[in-house]
């Protein structure tokens, strides 16, 4: 069991939730409940599952965990992807949040070719 805190691809991921809820702000208010609040509970569950496998008992388990993270980053990726096309979010803004999610998908795919 190791100190999730100090792995490098959930502080990568961690990073990415903090960024989709500051981009998110300025949704429109009839978004509150549809698209926004879906960026914002799966960029959550991207690091909040890469934390829970630090808890699970083989690395067998964790790279599970990890997999699960990676479907997540994935999901995210087309939910980014939607709201720039409803141009939610600016071409910068966009080109930012996807620079970084593929950043953590190469880190979680490496850590996970590591564990197994």
């Not at 903090?18 to 609040?37: A, M, Q």
Request: overall charge neutral; charged content about 30%.
């Amino acid at each position: 069991m190791q100190d999730f805190r100090n792995l490098k691809v959930w502080q990568k991921a961690h990073e990415l939730t903090l960024l989709i809820y500051k981009l998110t702000l300025d949704f429109p208010r009839e978004e509150l409940f549809g698209l926004r609040n879906s960026l914002r509970k799966t960029s959550v569950d991207v690091p909040a599952y890469i934390a829970e496998g630090c808890g699970k008992p083989n690395d067998s388990e964790f790279s599970r965990s990890l997999y699960i993270a990676l479907s997540f980053a994935n999901r995210l990726e087309y939910y980014a992807l939607l709201a720039f096309d409803l141009e939610m979010f600016s071409k910068t803004d966009y080109e930012i949040i996807l620079t970084e999610i593929i950043e953590v998908k190469k880190m979680l795919h490496g850590f996970n070719q590591k564990l197994r």
